[in-house]
């Protein structure tokens, strides 16, 4: 009789050099069964993911791994390339480091079912555009031909989700596969996988810090921490045993309770504020220009944070690079009583200090190539560079203990840490200049509820040590709710609504605004 396991680990040990990163892992994972993998930063769920694919060479594996039967650890690189992409797949967590950045989405979407299929290349062309529109991609036809780069941060997980599925895997590994993704697409991505299980039968291993979206949706459930499996089972939810876990599951975010006062200081401004791009057209028939960003005229004050709220695609990300006019756009710009729409570019790169950003995936910001003492200390060469080398060392020191790491880690490099210590090392590079705004594009959207927590509370506290104004964007209105004084959300490039925080959350007026909350809260 044929066993109805698709995925047995039994004592699973692994090692990186003297390091031992996970500890007697036990596992096993039914045909049809969806089990998740929940756990703080660093606790080992990732290695647990390379490891049943076999990616990490320098990982040391020992103890048994069966995939249907076949045991993986003593199985040779040739049979293992026949089983990964076709019968076990992998959703990253890092779209924009797992995409190839020289080829269109749709090439890399369509090459899948070309390999693994045997699908001509239009055909497979047609149906990888199809898999697009079914992960709630908008305009597919015009993202199929786009590159990495030019989609947003929930775009590009899309692009990897249609990857991993599209060879209809018998197990999927996905590695925090909603994390960048706003609340409804979220829903339209599960049910997407949910579809899919059902009409082949796969099996699912979903990795995720969201404790939501893992309740509504897998059968399993296995806690880890410091490599290990704490607790395991499908009672989590309702009756949790061990501390760890509970701790997890009481750790949302409280709502800020402070205001700012109504005649603090303005630090930004903007009126009217639009971005549109040209199209390619033929002369005889030329397209007009496609419009980002309609007018947004706002203001930030001192010490104040601004939430920007709204789905993938809806312009957050667009606004946020207009404040640090790294694109071009119409109307005017006003930062720290300096008119930054009028500025040369000389008058420009002095001014740049006032306002610094931190984007929203610091593994692809970060130089891999630098030590964290040369990222962190790049601004001043820039901005300060009549520092000594030992006042630019105390510099870099002291921001890095404000941002929670100490100088032990000055002399290592991005790879060395998970993904809560690396989005630290990306704000106290922003913050070694002293800038009056902090733009945080998605700074939380990676990182599990205690890493989220422990972010928000280091921000209100270097936002009062710095006498810094925010603006926090995110998809995640619950995160929105813990930050913000005021919340402006977008919709399809829109600003549908602009107001005080308390207010926006307890008495929505737009329709896109109230589903948000409904959805979230």
């Known amino acids: 009789m044929k066993s109805d396991i698709i995925l047995k ?26 089990h998740a993998l929940v756990g703080e930063s660093g606790s080992g769920k990732t290695m647990l993911a390379q490891s049943v694919m076999r990616l990490n060479p320098d990982l040391k594996l020992s103890g048994s791994l069966k995939f249907d039967g076949v045991e993986l650890l003593t199985l040779p690189e040739k049979s293992l390339r026949k089983i990964r992409g076709k019968r076990v797949a992998m959703v990253f967590q890092e779209p924009m480091t797992a995409l190839n950045p020289v080829h ?19 055909d497979a062309w047609r149906e990888a555009q199809k898999l697009l529109e079914e992960t709630g991609i908008q305009d597919s036809e015009r993202k199929m031909r786009a590159y990495p780069f030019q ?32 609340v409804f697409v979220q829903v339209q991505i599960m049910d997407l996988l949910n579809r899919l299980q059902k ?84 002369w005889l028939r030329p397209k007009p220009p496609l419009t980002l960003l309609e007018p947004i005229s706002l203001n930030l004050r001192a010490g104040e944070v601004l939430g920007v709220v709204g789905e993938s695609g809806s312009g957050k990300t667009t606004l946020a690079k207009a404040l640090l006019k790294l694109i071009p756009f119409s109307g005017s710009l006003n930062i720290a009583q ?48 009549q520092l000594s080398a030992p006042q630019k060392q105390e510099k870099i020191i002291q921001v890095l203990q404000d941002t929670g790491l100490d100088e032990s880690v000055l002399y290592r490099y991005p790879h060395e840490f998970s993904g809560g210590q690396r989005q630290r090392i990306a704000i106290a590079r922003a913050l070694i200049v002293r800038p009056k705004i902090l733009v945080l594009d998605e700074p939380t959207s990676a990182l599990d509820v205690q890493w989220q927590k422990n972010l928000l509370d280091l921000l209100h506290q270097i936002r009062r040590q710095y006498h810094l104004s925010m603006i926090f964007i995110s998809h995640d209105l619950s995160v929105i709710r813990a930050v913000s004084h005021r919340i402006l959300v977008l919709y399809r490039g829109k600003m549908v609504e602009y107001g ?18 409904a959805a979230r809260l």
């Not at 990163?21 to 045909?31: A, C, G, P, V």
């Not at 693994?116 to 239009?122: A, I, R, S, T």
């Not at 975010?253 to 005649?263: F, G, K, R, T, W």
């Open 9 to 34: 680990i039994d004592s699973l040990n692994a090692s990186l050099g003297e390091k031992r990163i996970l500890s007697d892992i036990h596992l096993t994972l039914h045909k049809g069964e969806k």
């Open 199 to 282: 009409q082949t039968g796969m099996s699912m291993l979903y990795i995720s810090h969201d404790l939501r979206v893992v309740r509504q949706f897998a059968d399993t459930v296995s806690v880890m921490r410091h490599g290990q499996i704490q607790e395991q089972g499908s009672h989590i939810f309702q009756a949790a045993c061990h501390p760890y876990t509970k701790m997890l599951l009481n750790a949302a975010p409280e709502p800020l309770n402070e205001s700012i006062p109504e005649n603090t200081e303005t630090v930004l401004e903007t009126q009217k504020l639009a971005i549109s791009v040209l199209q390619k057209g033929s």
């Open 338 to 385: 300096q008119a930054w729409h009028q500025l040369s570019q000389k008058s420009l790169t002095q001014h740049r200090k006032d306002i610094q950003i931190v984007f929203q995936d610091p593994f692809s910001a970060l130089n891999p190539r630098m030590t964290i003492a040369d990222i962190v200390g790049e601004p001043l060469t820039i901005h300060e560079p």
């Open 104 to 122: 269109t989405a749709g090439r890399q979407i369509s090459e899948m079912m070309i390999v693994h299929l045997g699908l001509k290349p239009k």
């Open 500 to 517: 005080n925080a308390q207010q926006i959350i307890e008495n929505p007026q737009h329709e896109y605004t109230q589903q948000l909350i």
């Open 151 to 182: 989609l947003s941060g929930g775009e590009r997980q899309r692009v990897m989700i249609a990857m991993a599925i599209a060879a209809q895997p018998d197990l999927l590994i996905a590695d925090e596969p909603t994390t960048a993704l706003d």
